[in-house]
């Protein structure tokens, strides 16, 4: 009898473990290339999701293209959260540009660095305003990035055409210290300049250019994916402070994806001090929901909005999803 008791209680178990394990939902998460820094955030995520909700979720990092292909593959339901610019998520949200073969329903959950786009050139240039960049020669950002695409649309609505320079960044920040290029267009570190353009800056002085008023009005209507960043510049942008374009990098969800699996990710996530910032330095000491309801340009997702609300924030209509 007992040997009986024993192998029904071995067989109850058997069948327990398998529920148990269906219990927990899977979650992907895409990132980018594994060396990239933004391939370590997400990792840090998935450790914060996990050890928060051990019985609830399982989730795991996928390397991935980037933006475009996480909005694809979150289109597919390969992917449930994923790494986006907000102003290509506003292109996908609206089937416009990259994404005009259709809309992607990809909702916001959150924003976490801020890149503002730097129009950086050689102080020797003669050049100081940003009309003064007709015909000569600059580099849009790295060749098939965000930068690249944007700097293009935002030169093309200011009717001022640059004899474009193309390569990786490396490339041309090669052409600028030979002076081969006038300068480019870089993806600044928060209000400072990045590593590579202070790499520069050490040998061959240079200076910003910010946005006249006129400037900062032509992008808030013909560009509205795209926010206005207030720089504080200094001495080694030659400047004080000044205004130029930019966009977030943050995190959105697959079309579909559940109020409370949103609200969970999202609540975890803002009341983490410790992994963001260690594996991706730049958030520390940010105010993440402050800093996505400031900047952000497509709509939130519903269980972001509740925790935010529930959390004494103000949700702007216009992060309100349509309906």
Do not use: C
Not at 131 to 143: D, I, N, S, V
Not at 218 to 240: C, H, K, R, W, Y
Not at 313 to 321: F, G
Request: proline share 5%; net charge negative; glycine share 10%.
């Amino acid at each position: 009898m007992t040997g009986l008791k024993h192998a029904i209680a071995a067989a109850l178990a058997l069948s327990v473990a398998p529920l148990a394990a269906a219990a927990q939902d899977r979650l992907a998460f895409g990132a980018s290339n594994a060396q990239s820094a933004h391939y370590a955030y997400f990792a840090a995520l998935a450790k914060i999701v996990n050890n928060a909700y051990p019985d609830t979720y399982q989730a795991s990092v996928v390397e991935t293209g980037a933006t475009v292909d996480n909005l694809k593959r979150m289109e597919r339901g390969q992917l449930d959260i994923g790494l986006i610019t907000t102003s290509a998520l506003y292109h996908a949200n609206k089937g416009v540009k990259t994404f005009e073969d259709g809309a992607i329903d990809s909702l916001l959950l959150w924003a976490y660095s801020l890149a503002p786009q730097n129009v950086t050139v050689r102080q020797d240039s003669g050049v100081t305003e940003l009309a003064g960049l007709e015909g000569r020669r600059m580099g849009p950002g790295q060749r098939g990035s965000s930068t690249e695409a944007t700097s293009e649309d935002v030169m093309a609505a200011f009717g001022i055409a640059p004899e474009w320079v193309r390569g990786s960044n490396g490339e041309l920040a090669a052409a600028i210290k030979d002076d081969r290029a006038i300068g480019f267009i870089k993806s600044a570190v928060g209000t400072g300049f990045d590593a590579l353009t202070t790499d520069i800056a050490a040998f061959t002085p240079l200076q910003v250019l910010g946005l006249s008023e006129d400037q900062v009005a032509t992008i808030q209507a013909e560009l509205p994916e795209l926010s206005i960043v207030d720089m504080p510049g200094g001495e080694m942008e030659n400047s004080g402070p000044y205004r130029t374009w930019g966009f977030m990098i943050g995190v959105s969800a697959r079309p579909g994806l559940d109020e409370q699996t949103a609200y969970d990710l999202v609540k975890v996530v803002m009341e983490d001090e410790v992994e963001q910032a260690t594996a991706f330095p730049a958030v520390k000491g940010l105010n993440l929901a402050e800093q996505t309801l400031q900047y952000a340009t497509s709509p939130l997702h519903p269980g972001a909005i509740r925790w935010f609300e529930e959390n004494g924030y103000e949700v702007p209509d216009r992060l309100r999803p349509a309906g």
